[in-house]
């Protein structure tokens, strides 16, 4: 029963459809697609993940800056510094995805310069701010961080935040995916008349959305829960085999009841 669904899996992906070498062109193409998603995996682990990890813990021990201390005795210093901006303009936009929230800020003594922030949400402070107000500035390395009016502050976008789990998650995810990829391209170069199940439907289809699917949703919580960023390393291979098995054993039981059907019908039309 099990070879039958399997046959059946692997019937778009026959031999008989494509020639061979379309086949190992294929294969081709899923090994290169591994090795790019492989290299982006290495980066976000060897680069990207640490490199915002220290750059959130160099903000966190930032400390004020000295009165009266110039942008270039702050950038030295490496330390946060406070200015004083009156609201010009406030607006929201709505991108389809997500509403991004922007303040145009002129700062006081100088009308010419102009600065635009964004945050992430009109909570707490965006949407107490009107055209006119004065709005205390907090900046660090040349990006204003964080915006405070009456005791109330919030963080811009610009604001570093520990939020690394999210991109583990997404190092993983490419992992994954680089390593199915590698597995169905390897398959079709040594093998290409002869590589069922190792097809895009359903198996490789139900593989790559489940691994996106989870890998997506499994960043999401761990940065909503600020859970630690090595988490994500072990959830979410288990979650994608834990999808993929009970995917697999609810087809074998579909296929296997089809069967039972089938011989019953077979059976009442040879009675007859």
């Known amino acids: 029963m099990e070879e039958r669904a399997w046959a059946t899996a692997g ?3 026959s031999p008989d459809r494509e020639s061979a070498s379309r086949v190992r062109l294929t294969g081709a193409a899923l090994i290169v697609l591994s090795l790019t998603a492989a290299a982006l995996s290495y980066l976000a682990f060897t680069v990207w993940v640490p490199g915002q990890q220290e750059r959130y813990e ?21 330390c946060l510094l406070t200015g004083q901006f009156t609201v ?16 145009t800020l ?8 102009q600065t635009i922030v ?3 949400d009109s909570r707490p402070l965006f949407d107490t701010l009107h055209r ?22 919030q963080h811009t976008s610009d604001a570093p935040r520990d939020e690394l789990s999210g991109n583990a998650a997404l190092g993983v995810l490419l992992a994954l995916l680089a390593a199915q990829s590698l597995v169905f391209g390897a398959v079709r170069l040594a093998k290409p008349t002869a590589y069922a199940p ?13 691994n996106i699917g989870v890998g997506v949703g499994v960043g999401a919580v761990s940065v909503w829960l600020d859970l630690p960023w090595w988490t994500v390393l072990a959830t979410v291979p288990v979650l994608v085999g834990t999808v993929m098995a009970r995917l697999m054993s609810g087809r074998r039981r579909a296929a296997a009841s089809s069967a039972k059907t089938g011989r019953h019908q077979d059976a009442g039309v040879s009675s007859r």
């Open 88 to 103: 010009t303009r406030t607006e929201s936009t709505f991108t389809g995805k997500v509403t991004v929230y922007e303040a």
């Open 58 to 78: 160099q903000y966190r021990a930032a400390e004020p800056c000295p009165a009266q201390a110039s942008p270039r005795a702050a950038a030295a210093a490496d």
């Open 132 to 153: 006119g107000d004065e709005v205390t500035a907090t900046g660090w390395r040349g990006d204003i961080v964080a915006l405070s009016k009456d005791g109330v502050r």
């Open 11 to 13: 019937e778009k992906g």
């Open 198 to 210: 190792l097809v895009w439907e359903p198996y490789g289809r139900w593989l790559a959305f489940t």
């Open 118 to 120: 964004r945050f992430s």
């Open 106 to 113: 002129r700062e006081q003594g100088d009308a010419s310069r």
